[in-house]
Structure formats: C-alpha cells, structure tokens
Antibody
Framework: EVQILETGGGLVKPGGSLRLSCATS????????MNWVRQAPGKGLEWVAQIRNKNYNYATYYAESLEGRVTISRDDSKSSVYLQVSSLRAEDTAIYYC????????WGQGTLVTVSS | DIQMTQSPASLSASLGETVTIECRASEDIYNGLAWYQQKPGKSPQLLIYNANSLHTGVPSRFSGSGSGTQYSLKINSLQSEDVASYFC?????????FGSGTKLEIK
C-alpha cells in the first residue's frame, strides 16, 4: 500500500525558513518523480515543485511564484523528499502536500505551515 | 505558463441530476489533463487522467472528455457523497497548473 507522510509544518515568523519532509513507503521510490503541492486556507491547489528521479538526473522544476525561495531535494536511500522554503511570507500559509508522479494519484494528509508574527 | 480557467465556481444540483464542469486551457494541452475531487478537510483524490481515463476505483458515473483546450468532467446520477470541490490540472507542461475549483452542493 502506498503511504505518504508529510511532516515539518508549524508556526513560523515572516522572513523565517522551514524544511518540510515527506516519507514514503509501499512503492519503489527510486522510479518516481515527486512533487509538492500547496493549498492556502479555503483556496485552490498550487503546484510548488517537482524533482525527477536518478534516470533524469534529479532535475528540478519550480513554480515561478516561489522560484528562488524553495528548494526540493530527495534522499532515495530514505524514500523521502524534502522542501526547503525560505523568506517565508504570510501568503505562504498553506497545507503542503507531497505527491507522486505527474498525475497525482497518491497524496499525503499534508502538513500545515502558518506564517505569522 | 498555461492558464486553466474552470467554470462554474460553484454549482448546486439535485440528487440524481447530471452535472458538468468545464476547464479551458490557454493553449493546447494535448489531453494532459486530470480531474480531482476534494472533500472538506481531506486530501484531493484523483478521478480522471489523460482527459478521459477513469482512475482505479472511481465510480463509472464520473467521466471526462475534451481535447485541445476544452475539457469537461461529467457526473451522472449525482449522489450525496459527491458533495465536494473539483479541480482540473494540466500536466502537459511545466509549471503544472490547476483550475480554480468548482464547489458542488446538493440542492
């Protein structure tokens, strides 16, 4: 069974940084591209970033609205993907979801990031 | 970036009715389109991919169609458990983009 578990969210002051983690199991992690998608409270879905697998040289792609402030990375030995977010702003407040592939058939439950002073 | 324009923003229909939600892409996305259902307080769930392929376990009353820049999600025989928000997503090109969502309620 595919399982995805995001952690690392919390309350952060504006200008701060956060590293989100996504632990996975139940599938061959090395084979898959991994993504972060976020959802502000009461709003729609926003794709944040993708990291491809080793076969594609771990290429990364980012939403333009966040580029320069986010870094996606992965550790295949731990079947985990990470999202480093810096210079946090109030508008970064959202649930951050980890998803697999390009069609998002599997989602975690998300981790809430709240940016507030 | 490819813009996804989704309509309507909200929809109220009776049980047993058929409803249709539309998504228009700002350029041809060559059927690289998925539909998701999100119930309150839950993570999104995949319904349709490749514009018209039903994801495993999704009831057959859900169907997708379209091509080029115009796509739609149809729900036949609306059930109470279909109350949710629905989002389209294009994955033809980076950055992946979502429609703004449709909130479906029962009349």
């Amino acid at each position: 069974e595919v399982q995805i578990l995001e952690t690392g969210g919390g309350l952060v002051k504006p200008g701060g940084s956060l590293r989100l983690s996504c632990a996975t199991s139940g599938f061959n992690f090395n084979d898959y591209f991994m993504n972060w998608v976020r959802q502000a409270p009461g709003k729609g879905l926003e794709w944040v970033a993708q990291i491809r697998n080793k076969n594609y040289n771990y290429a990364t792609y980012y939403a333009e609205s966040l580029e320069g402030r986010v870094t996606i990375s992965r550790d295949d030995s731990k079947s985990s993907v990470y999202l480093q977010v810096s210079s946090l702003r109030a508008e970064d407040t959202a649930i951050y979801y980890c998803t697999r592939c390009v069609v998002f058939a599997y989602w975690g439950q998300g981790t809430l990031v709240t940016v507030s002073s | 970036d490819i813009q996804m324009t989704q309509s309507p923003a909200s929809l109220s229909a009776s049980l047993g009715e058929t409803v249709t939600i539309e998504c228009r892409a700002s350029e041809d996305i060559y059927n690289g389109l998925a539909w998701y259902q999100q119930k309150p307080g839950k993570s999104p769930q995949l319904l349709i991919y490749n514009a018209n392929s039903l994801h495993t376990g999704v009831p057959s009353r859900f169907s997708g169609s379209g091509s080029g820049t115009q796509y739609s999600l149809k729900i036949n025989s609306l059930q109470s458990e279909d109350v949710a928000s629905y989002f389209c997503q294009q994955y033809y090109d980076y950055p992946f983009t979502f429609g703004s969502g449709t909130k479906l309620e029962i009349k």
